[in-house]
DNA sequence: GCCATGGCTAGTA
DNA sequence: GCCATGGCTAGTA
């Protein structure tokens, strides 16, 4: 659809300032970030945003993944992100994280992540 | 209109 | 499998 309702958008460096605080050998997810950053529906922009920028050394949003414990995509291709995650010692079966729930982090939820627009009428 | 998602139905085995 | 959602780009006027 060209044109769409949303009234909010996210800020982009939110979303990676709250990425770095995923150590390794944990992962979260797209929408868990979106959540954290006050805009649960988000979490496909989520993913385009990570497909955008980020600089990989300092932001690792190879740690993101799927909500069901898939891996997602990922700029370099997700053969390189399945490596990179299991580099830091996750094991994967079928496509999926090994034991999702334990080394999916809880994210510590953002304020400033939601930036309003302007100019809408009311 | 495309997409690095996610949640919820349908409909098979 | 469908479709809502949010951010973005290409490509027309």
Redesign the pocket.
């Known amino acids: 659809?060209?044109s769409?309702?949303?009234n909010?958008?996210?800020n982009?460096q939110a979303v990676y300032d709250l990425i770095q605080s995923v150590p390794a050998g944990k992962v979260t997810?797209?929408?868990?970030l979106a959540m954290a950053l006050g805009?649960p529906?988000?979490?496909?922009?989520?993913?385009?945003?990570?497909?955008?920028n980020?600089n990989p050394i300092v932001v690792p949003?190879?740690r993101?993944v799927?909500?069901?414990g898939r891996l997602?995509?990922?700029?370099n291709g997700i053969l390189r992100k399945k490596e990179l995650l299991e580099r830091e010692g996750l094991a994967f079966a079928k496509g999926s994280v090994n034991n999702f729930d334990q080394v999916r982090i809880k994210l510590p939820s953002s304020t400033h992540g939601l930036i309003r627009k302007s100019g809408i009428r009311s």
């Open positions: 659809m060209r769409k309702p949303a909010d958008t996210l982009h997810t797209y929408g868990d805009n529906g988000a979490s496909r922009a989520i993913g385009r945003i990570l497909g955008q980020p949003c190879h993101v799927m909500s069901d997602g995509g990922y700029a």
